[in-house]
């Protein structure tokens, strides 16, 4: 058995009220209505409400490392167009933050800042050697202040 309640107008009022900033909200900033895995890129790609799309590597995603493209290609929408879901993969990211470079938690975003900087290449390598022709590297400058007045 269901019970009914009657509505006060208070209550009438701030459902109008939170439903109309709702409104406003899903007009004025993009949301996601489409998303897919792009295996030959290793993207993936959301496309917006405004007609925009863009991409991130799945790798860079918090949960979506190593994942296979079977479970990759299962994304969705979530219904308000605010995240992407994998359902698979218990793996929930808000479209802001991906926009913003946000790819998951702090912890998360720690780790791939830190793997970004242990990155080698054959410039760095190359850089590395030079300095260390040169003792190293370069100090700090100290410059020193001398009022003329006081000397």
Request: some cysteine; proline content about 3%; glycine content about 10%.
């Amino acid at each position: 058995m269901v019970k009914k309640i009657a509505a006060t107008e208070e209550l009438k009022e701030k459902l109008f009220n939170a439903r109309a900033k709702s409104d406003a909200i899903a007009t004025s900033e993009p949301r996601a209505t489409r998303a897919f895995y792009d295996a030959y890129l290793g993207m993936i790609i959301v496309i917006l409400s405004n007609k925009c799309m863009f991409g991130f590597p799945s790798e860079v995603g918090e949960g979506l490392a190593g994942a296979s493209v079977k479970n990759l290609a299962e994304v969705e929408v979530t219904p308000s167009g605010e995240g992407l879901h994998w359902k698979t993969l218990d793996v929930d990211l808000s479209i802001s933050a991906l926009m913003n470079g946000i790819f998951g938690t702090k912890k998360w975003m720690a780790e791939l800042a830190r793997k970004g900087g242990s990155s080698t290449s054959p410039a760095k390598s190359e850089a590395s050697r030079l300095n260390g022709t040169k003792g190293g590297r370069p100090g700090k400058e100290i410059i020193l202040a001398i009022d003329e007045d006081e000397a």
